[in-house]
């Protein structure tokens, strides 16, 4: 280490010390910023490895797979692969997911296996020494009726042993299991995968399940190269027409892109917060210069060149910001268990459903964190630290000079505010990539921000024109202070300014939202009562009512009507080729009503014709697909889509493409052409309608009552009730969106206290003139309050158009890409007011310990010669 490095790293480190608070504002801009990437990559990291440690579980080596429809397959198959065709490298799956109050009502995937066909596909069925060994532990679990096989780690964390009873929700049933054996993996990966999973003899689970005689699916081990193509030929010739080979792998695929466009809003949203704090990095460092410069000056003075000069900032920079990493991390850690939950929650809520035991903490996404935080540390500093090479030594007393560049450079940075403008809307305009989206939408938001300063000048400037021939001393004092010290004002309005114009957008995102969601289930839940069995899925239900349960309801006093739903998962084929014997087919959620419930209320995107000859179409064939299904698949009216039925491919001529707010790809259908296709005599839901003059919730009360005396666990809500649970979905699924906007609040309201304390340290001797010339600490008080109410009123104002902007984008552009939804943009008055009140409020808030500071400087002090 040369001489000169050595004496800039103790510069450095001295300056860092002495100045605590200035040090603490950059720290903690660094770590909220890296805290929020953090926390969310490892909130989405451990939902996504929760994921796929549970499909590697179940899936295991297999290559390929033979599904079926809802109804699944039929056992025989399996016989015929093994006994008729050879095929020894399979082995039949029975799986579905099961609520265990025992192990906290977690849901546990019921895995039902083949021991002996298990060998080449899941390695894991290791008893644990104590269960004394594999013979009889197979023999445990396949002669005793209702047993399972429980991970070891789960059951010493609960005080489970084999012989213990567990109780299964199944349904609308509850299920007694006995613990059989308990695995113990020899690998980690195993042992965290296998804490969500109980596995049973497929007997067992095709029993508990009800699912006698059938399968969910086959998987295969098929060899690469020629051996395997005439192996998958010779399958493809033996399979019943409503079954079909898949590669393992897609599926995964499928789910993973379903999620990506949730994760990635969530990470664009937490980048934001590190946005916000480049704002305060830059504040703090600029001021670190202009109160240090005449120490600079002395140092040029004394042959320091520009270049030490500029490394000397930036090593102060990135102490600070190394220190800020290291906090950011470490508070990331702590808020990511808590942003697991959320996530979870939301992710089970609309897409599938995942059970996340530990967080995980990968090495990457701590270096990608400390990378981030060290990154905006260095570039928030690049600015300021360059300004303090730009005077001469004997300049550099003169602290007027960097105010007078910072007005020189506004005609330049209102070009480049609107350079960036055009570079948004260019990125912005076509239809794309969602991540160019995004880069679209930073770009207008710092566009934006380049525009404070222009902004400031236009509006105090006029302020002050306006008020100076009626106002007092300090009325007009106060913008004359904020534009004469404009190259840190306007970069904290600017912070704040973006973070309430994320709280506008957003929030009226979010209220535009709400308000289509609440009109769609006015229109759509015209039954009076909805009944329905318990599901693990808020959104989705994914178990059964029989006919006999639909046949008590429909016969119950006082319902007049009543109307079905089904809802399964089925494959479509956008190439259906009969050539091909393995395809990948597209998840996607057929519903079959009974009856339009929406009716005339049902809004279309585009249809065949008025609502009633559509339904007419849809009794006749046709479907109809949701906007999320139209966005990704580039179907809609006219076109045809092949689906996976119990008879084979066939294809449905879509009729009309439905307003509808599920994430997922929905086809609807009408229930008789459903039955015509698949052989499924189940329903998910019935919609009743009371006879005239019965009392709704009287009725629900009696429902449920009748039920629960006959032991049938079902849902039974009111058409109130029904919406409300709906609406309180959606607000579980924005709560970390508001979670983060208030972050980035925080991050803005410290830049405004950090500029605030800036401006009162660098105009001590003003004070002191003033204080010296006759003004009182209460006069200070207002012009201190005075000038952070016009630095938060100016903020308010400029996030006005700027959020209103940002939530045009995220609702007509950044929605529509990420999720296929339409929305009407509506803005509801008190949004924006609460939003300029909490500039105002953040601000204020921010000058009470300024002003303070202030009204105690002593005039001898501060008038002293530094």
Request: hydrophobic share 50%; glycine share 10%; proline share 5%.
């Amino acid at each position: 280490m040369t001489d000169a490095l050595r004496a800039i790293l103790r510069l450095a480190r001295r300056h860092v010390l002495r100045r605590p608070l200035q040090s603490l504002f950059f720290v903690v801009g660094v770590a909220i910023g890296v805290a929020m990437i953090v926390a969310i990559d490892l909130a989405n990291g451990s939902a996504q490895r929760a994921f796929n440690l549970g499909t590697e579980t179940v899936t295991g080596r297999a290559t390929h797979q033979i599904l079926g429809g809802p109804g699944g397959l039929d056992e025989a198959l399996y016989v015929r692969l093994r006994r008729e065709l050879g095929v020894r490298a399979s082995a039949p799956v029975v799986e579905e997911y099961v609520v265990v109050p025992e192990l906290d009502g977690q849901p546990m995937r019921l895995l039902g296996v083949d021991p002996f066909a298990e060998p080449p596909f899941r390695s894991y069925l290791n008893p644990a020494e104590d269960t004394g060994g594999p013979p009889d532990f197979l023999a445990a679990l396949m002669a005793t009726p209702n047993t399972v096989l429980l991970s070891q780690a789960v059951a010493e964390r609960y005080g489970l042993q084999p012989g213990d009873a567990l109780t299964a929700q199944v349904g609308t049933r509850q299920v007694r299991l006995t613990v059989a054996g308990l695995l113990a993996p020899s690998d980690d990966l195993s042992r965290r995968a296998l804490e969500t999973v109980l596995i049973a003899d497929i007997a067992t689970a095709q029993e508990v399940l009800g699912r006698v005689g059938r399968l969910d699916r086959i998987d295969l081990l098929v060899p690469e190269g020629a051996a395997g193509e005439a192996l998958l030929r010779r399958i493809g010739e033996a399979l019943p027409p409503g079954a079909y080979v898949e590669p393992s792998a897609a599926r995964e695929g499928t789910v993973g892109e379903m999620t990506a466009a949730f994760r990635l809003n969530l990470t664009a949203l937490s980048l934001l917060a590190l946005v916000v704090g480049m704002f305060l990095i830059y504040n703090t460092v600029a001021f670190s210069v202009v109160q240090r410069r005449p120490v600079l000056g002395t140092l040029r003075s004394l042959g320091m060149t520009r270049r030490e000069i500029y490394l000397l900032i930036l090593v102060e920079a990135a102490l600070l910001g190394l220190a800020g990493t290291a906090a950011g991390l470490v508070l990331g850690v702590a808020l990511g268990r808590g942003a697991v939950q959320l996530v979870t929650r939301t992710i089970n809520d609309l897409f599938f459903v995942v059970s996340v035991q530990e967080v995980d903490i990968p090495t990457f996404t701590l270096v990608k964190g400390g990378v981030m935080g060290m990154v905006a540390a260095l570039v928030g500093a690049m600015l300021p630290a360059w300004e303090a090479t730009g005077v001469p030594p004997a300049g550099a007393f003169q602290r007027s000079q960097v105010e007078e560049r910072a007005r020189r450079t506004l005609p330049w940075a209102t070009l480049a505010a609107l350079l960036l403008l055009g570079l948004g809307a260019g990125l912005l305009w076509p239809d794309g990539n969602l991540v160019v989206a995004f880069v679209g939408l930073f770009a207008v938001i710092l566009g934006c921000a380049l525009l404070t300063p222009a902004f400031l000048w236009g509006l105090l400037g006029g302020l002050r024109r306006l008020v100076e021939p009626w106002a007092g001393v300090i009325t007009r004092m106060a913008p004359r202070s904020i534009l004469r010290s404009l190259s840190r004002t306007a970069v904290a309005v600017a912070a704040l300014m973006v973070a309430v114009s994320v709280i506008i957008g957003v929030g009226v995102m979010i209220g535009s939202f709400r308000t289509t969601v609440e009109l769609w289930l006015e229109d759509v839940l015209q039954a009076d009562i909805f009944v329905s069995p318990p599901s693990l899925r808020a959104n989705r239900v994914s178990t059964t009512l029989d006919a006999h349960v639909v046949t008590r309801l429909a016969e119950f006093p006082g319902i007049a009507g009543v109307a079905t739903s089904r809802g399964v998962d089925v494959a479509a084929f956008l190439d259906p080729s009969p050539q091909a014997v393995v395809q990948a087919g597209v998840p996607v959620r057929v519903v079959a009503l009974s009856r339009d419930l929406a009716g005339a209320g049902r809004r279309y995107r585009e249809a065949v014709g008025d609502w009633q000859e559509t339904w007419q179409a849809v009794e006749a064939g046709g479907v109809l697909v949701n906007e999320p299904l139209f966005h990704r698949l580039g179907l809609g009216v006219g076109d045809v889509i092949t689906l996976q039925t119990d008879r084979g491919r066939r294809g449905f001529p879509i009729v009309g493409v439905t307003v509808d707010f599920d994430v997922n790809l929905v086809v609807f259908m009408a229930d008789g052409v459903y039955r015509q296709w698949w052989d499924d005599p189940y329903f998910s839901a019935v919609a009743l309608f009371v006879a005239p003059g019965v009392d709704v919730d009287a009725k629900v009360a009696e429902l449920r009552g009748a039920l629960a005396a006959e032991g049938t666990a079902l849902l039974v809500r009111s058409n109130r009730g029904t919406r409300e649970n709906a609406l309180e979905i959606f607000d579980r699924t924005f709560s970390i969106t508001v979670a983060l906007q208030l972050l980035a609040t925080l991050v803005a309201f410290i830049g405004i206290l950090s500029t605030l304390m800036s401006l009162q340290l660098e105009r001590s001797r003003e004070i002191g003139v003033l204080r010296a010339t006759g003004m009182t600490r209460r006069q200070l008080w207002r012009l201190s309050l005075l000038e952070t109410g016009l630095l938060g009123a100016s903020a308010g104002l400029l996030a006005l158009p700027t959020g209103l902007l940002l939530a045009a984008i995220l609702i007509y552009i950044i929605n529509v890409r990420s999720f296929g939804w339409t929305l009407a943009m509506q803005v509801q008055p008190w949004e924006l007011v609460r939003a300029l009140g909490v500039a105002l409020v953040a601000a204020l808030l921010a000058g009470l310990y300024p002003a303070w500071r202030m009204g105690q400087a002593r005039p001898a002090e501060a008038l002293r010669s530094e």
